[in-house]
């Protein structure tokens, strides 16, 4: 169990923080802080336990213990980096795994000016790097049996982990709602609660706004990759947005959360019914280039009509995309985006921000 005591002034009350939809993660208050429980595996199964302490300011503390707010954080991943971006926080951040997919410019310029360092690549933490930041916490991401042999070999370190599970979230407001945790772990819990109340309303309106509709289109989404399909299960996180958004998926049947694989005949069998396609490969930013990978994707009639729209609309030159970093923290955009394309007279505005359709060029 890893300790993190938190530095408060003498009699501090403790506030609440409550998780409304995400299902990985719970705060219990406790007379001197908070027990942090995060399920990496699954909801039945044995959580990782955390203790956070929020002691006095003015007492000696043991040496196991921290004191945020922490100035000095490692991420590994770099779809994290969104959550310290939305509460301003990106100067407690002292270095990253990896720049190769960064988009965002404020962290482009943090790197670029040795403020925030790289320290690693391909996901990767460099050990010897690691060891010279010192960081007072490196916030990882679960992945079963790596972290707890990383976790363990840190410690011989004298370097703290804490394994995030927000992506294995399935509601897109879980997802954001992890910001509460970073809140917590900067001192800006009020601010990470604001937003995620005001993202929140948004997305349920737009939920709301979609109820009563009818007419909904039949979706499916990605694209072969080593000649699997894989199509999101029916409880995954992007299945719940093309719910949410006033559609039905077409792979609905497949019950449970993650991708199942499939054939490109079993895809075409319920595709060839598909009003639109989502997510190809991201890599393809037209039609002709989708078409070039392989000509068989004409056979599916919504490629012929304008159906096909890709999560490109914020790429770099680098190939980050603010899809997946950016918009873990707007789930309530993303949603208004798939509002749009499948209900283009619904919402006033019909500009779209994380996505554009793929056409055939000249």
Known sequence: MLVVMLSG????DVCEIEFKYAERIKLNKTEAGYELFIWPKGLDATPVKTAIHLVSANRVESPVGLRPPFQKLVLRSTTHLAYFEALDALDHVQGISDD???FSDKVKTLMRTKKMLVLGQ???LDEERLIACSPDLILDYVVEGDLEKDTQRR?????????????????????????????LLVGKVDEAKAIFEQKAKRYLELVELVKAIKNRPKVFCNSPFGGVWYMPRANSYFAKFIQDSGANYLFDELKGTGAEGLSFEVVLSKGMAADFWLNPLMQWRTLNELLAADERYRLFPCVNKDGVFSNIGRVNELGGNDFYESGVVCPDVMLEDLIKIFHPKLLENDSLFYYRPLKITK
């Open 9 to 12: 002034s003498e009699g501090s």
């Open 100 to 102: 190769s997919y960064v």
């Open 122 to 124: 391909n996901m990767k």
């Open 155 to 183: 410690e011989r370190w004298g370097l703290k982990t804490l394994g995030l599970a927000a992506y294995l979230e399935t509601h897109p407001l879980g997802r954001l709602e992890w910001i509460k945790l970073i809140g």
